[in-house]
Structure formats: structure tokens, C-alpha cells
């Protein structure tokens, strides 16, 4: 990494390296994308050789080779993806997996121990992280305590001497409440002084909502990083994958892990996400910024919205805060393209209905907003996310992390943001 860090990482993110170090590509302008499951392995000698390599560090074998052997372990566009996306974190390495989910599963579970398998999380996380910390891994046995890290010393009543995970998300799906990385991680180092190697508590935090060019959590503290790359880090919404960057020392493990849970990316993904997603990070997201904040100051404006969460508005409860930890490359404030907002109504059960209405109205009429999941898209997407992506909630445990019976979630795209604007307004008029 060291030989272009005289130039910025934007750049860096489209230049990349020509190639893996072990195969050339420096003719091709965009790296093939390469497509075979398993690889000639030439001898029994440099098979074992490849094998022994496996999770040591960088895959390299003892003459420093990256032996390739089969798809799950390892294939040149994987590498040079996850290349690319330490670079952006300005973390040391990255390992590729499935979707978001196989890396939120990854990033968990390879610090833990027979000893040390507690989880202490923060109240308000993605629904499906929130369903596998409270349904799969409450039937394994792995204890998973939720608090509100909004104050940053809230969980130290919950750390025990099994405690091994700190799970971070900032800003938070879909309140987006934001984390005080360098408050919490200074927290954790003073706990850690005490605790040998392997009873350490790590922080591992999902950066998806912000994306490397909002926040790069590992220059704040942070351990372990993981992304839904589906989102921004994709960013044209052709693909599902995700990634865990953090230090060499972890790499062995996650590579690991990957190998036997066998949630691993396919190379066409890797090489579109690679070709396509990254190179125009720092093209998309600024103009998503942009947008974001003049549909965020429309809605603050507007009679019918009740409360707007939009971390640019200076009427956002953390504005302080997010100015300290929403930076893009260039350290401008940079508070990402997440808009949450509520409309008024006499009740939360009619809040609700309003929302409804809305989102019905848009499904049916609005041009340029798309009722859908997921996010860092071209096209700004709208859902509900107390009906959808956080029904893994009851009621009850929605209210308790915030999620606002009637809150609408936007996701903001590309488009013309007087047209968004115009599409949204009506929707509000008409519902
Ligand atoms: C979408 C998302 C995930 C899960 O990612 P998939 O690629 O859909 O598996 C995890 N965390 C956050 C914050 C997300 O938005």
C-alpha cells in the first residue's frame, strides 16, 4: 500500500493495484474477471504447499506465494477486491464474503472462545443482525446483552470476564443514532490493559450505513469493520456481498472461517464491485450527500413532518458528535445519504397509517422514489422500517431502540433532487 500514499485514497481507489501480486494484469486496463472453481495445482508437493498456506498470513507459503487451489479459499478477483476495500477503510486486510450477513456472522463469532462468548451490543442494529444475535445465537448458547451506546459508558456494567465482543453500528439502521467511536474504543483499551491476548474485548462495528468515505471507524479505534457491500460500497444495486477489514493478525481466522461456514463471494461479483462500485465511491456519495441534505431541510421545513433524524441538519440530536466522526478523505463533514423522519399525527397508531398511505402513494404514483429495501443506490429507495426491515423487533423492543412506529426511512440516490423533492411533497400532500 505504502508505494502510492502520496496520493489520496479516492484516487488510490481507482487505480488500485494492476493486478493480485501473483498474477500480472498490469495490460489490462480493468483486471479480467477470471472464472473457475478450482485450479491446476501442477504438483502434489505445491498442492500441500497451498494447502499448508491457507489463513497464514496473506495466504503466502513459505517462498512468499499465493498458491491459488479452489474458489472458497481464495481467487485473484476476491483478492484484489479486498485490496481495494482496506485500502478505503485504511485497515490492513479484508476478506470477502456472501452478502453483509455472512460477514456480520464472520465478524462475531471468530473472536469467540469455549471462555470468552459474550456479546455486549449496542439497542439499535440492522433487523437481521438484531435476529441472529436473538434467535440463532441465543440457541447456541452465545449471550448477546443489548444496551444504549449513545452514552458511551453504558455497557461497562454488563462486561464480565466472558465478555469478548463490543458490536458497534453508527450511524444506526434506522435512527441513525451515531456511536462516539474514539470514546468507546478509549473504554475498551482501559479494560483491555488487564485481559491477556485472547480475552480481549474487540469492537467490531458495521460501517454499512456510512460507508469509508463517510467514516473510517479503524482510524477512531475500532478493531474489526464490516460492510454490507450490497449498499453504498456496490453502490448500482446489481450485487450482494460483504466484507470484514481489520488487522493482518485476524486475517488467518476470517479466511478460515470463511473456508468452513462457506459463505463466500462469487469472482463476477468481486470483479463488478471491483470495475464499477469502488473506483466511483467518491462520485456517488458526494452527490447522494448533497442531495440528502436539501431533501433533509424540505422535510425539516415541511408543516406535515413531524421530526426529521438527518446527521447534516443542525437539529440533529448528535450534530456535535457527527461533525467529530463523519468525515470524508479530505476531513469535510460528510453525513451521509440516511434520512429518517416522522409525520405528524394524533397518535402513533395513526402515524403509522400515514406512513403507510405514503409509502403506498409513492408506490403507485412517484417517479423517482422506489419503495425497497436497501440502500446506496442510483435511485432513492423509501421503506417502513417498523414493518419491514426491523419486524424482527416486537413492538415493544422497537420503541425501547428507538424506532418510531410511523418513522420512514429514506435512502437517497443520484437523481435530480428537485424532482425527488416534488415526488416526495405530493406524497406527503396526497397522504
Ligand atoms: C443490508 C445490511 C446488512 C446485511 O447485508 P446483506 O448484504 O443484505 O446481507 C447488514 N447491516 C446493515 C446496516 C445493512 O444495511
Known amino acids: 500500500m505504502s508505494k502510492e500514499s502520496k496520493y489520496s485514497i479516492p484516487t488510490q481507489l481507482i487505480y488500485g493495484e494492476a493486478g493480485s501480486t501473483d498474477w500480472d494484469y498490469s495490460d489490462h486496463v480493468i483486471p479480467p474477471l477470471t472464472r473457475t472453481s478450482t485450479y491446476r495445482l501442477r504438483s502434489a508437493e505445491r498442492g500441500a504447499s497451498g494447502f499448508d498456506a491457507i489463513g497464514k498470513e496473506g ?71 438484531y435476529s441472529l444475535f436473538t434467535t440463532w445465537f441465543k440457541k447456541m448458547g452465545i449471550h448477546v446483552d443489548f444496551c444504549d451506546l449513545k452514552k458511551p459508558d453504558s455497557f461497562l456494567d454488563l462486561v464480565d470476564e466472558h465478555t469478548r465482543v463490543l458490536y458497534l453500528e453508527s450511524p444506526a439502521n434506522p435512527t441513525l443514532d451515531l456511536l462516539d467511536l474514539p470514546e468507546i474504543t478509549k473504554l475498551v483499551a482501559e479494560i483491555n490493559k488487564s485481559r491477556s491476548e485472547e480475552n480481549k474485548i474487540l469492537t467490531v462495528m458495521d460501517n454499512t450505513f456510512a460507508t469509508p468515505y463517510c467514516q473510517r471507524p479503524i482510524t477512531m479505534g475500532v478493531d474489526v469493520v464490516l460492510h454490507s457491500l450490497t449498499k453504498g460500497l456496490s453502490g ?77 441538519l443542525e437539529s440533529f440530536p448528535q450534530y456535535e458528535l457527527a461533525q467529530k466522526v463523519l468525515k470524508d478523505y479530505d476531513g469535510n463533514f460528510a453525513p451521509g445519504f440516511m434520512i429518517y423522519f416522522t409525520i405528524k399525527a394524533a397518535s402513533p397508531e395513526a402515524s403509522k397509517e400515514r406512513g403507510k398511505k405514503i409509502m403506498n402513494y409513492i408506490a403507485d404514483n412517484a417517479y423517482c422514489i422506489t419503495l425497497a429495501v436497501s440502500l446506496g443506490q442510483l435511485r432513492t429507495l423509501i421503506e417502513h422500517p417498523g414493518s419491514m426491515t426491523h419486524l424482527a423487533y416486537s413492538a415493544e423492543e422497537q420503541i425501547k431502540a428507538g424506532i418510531h412506529p410511523g418513522g420512514i426511512r429514506l435512502a437517497v440516490g443520484i437523481e435530480s433532487v428537485d424532482d425527488v423533492i416534488k415526488d416526495l411533497d405530493t406524497a406527503i400532500k396526497t397522504s
Open 59 to 129: 495466504d503466502k507459503n513459505s517462498e512468499d506465494k499465493r498458491i491459488y487451489i479452489y474458489g472458497r479459499m481464495a481467487d485473484p478477483n476476491k483478492v484484489m477486491l479486498a485490496d481495494a476495500i482496506a485500502r478505503a477503510e485504511e485497515g490492513e486486510v479484508a476478506v470477502m464474503f456472501a452478502t453483509g450477513m455472512a460477514a456480520v456472522h464472520a465478524a462475531v463469532t471468530f473472536p469467540l472462545t469455549q471462555k470468552a462468548n459474550k456479546i455486549i451490543s449496542h439497542s439499535t442494529i440492522y433487523g437481521c443482525s
Open 236 to 312: 448500482f444495486g446489481t450485487e450482494l456481498g460483504g466484507a470484514v477489514v481489520t488487522r493482518k493478525e485476524f486475517n488467518g481466522d476470517l479466511v478460515l472461517h470463511r473456508k468452513d461456514f462457506g459463505g463466500d463471494m462469487s469472482p463476477s461479483t468481486a470483479w463488478h464491485i471491483h470495475a464499477y462500485g469502488i473506483p466511483t465511491l467518491s462520485l456517488r456519495v458526494p452527490k447522494q450527500i448533497a442531495n440528502a441534505q436539501k431533501i433533509a431541510q424540505f422535510l425539516e421545513d415541511h408543516p406535515e413532518v413531524e421530526q426529521v433524524f438527518y446527521p447534516g
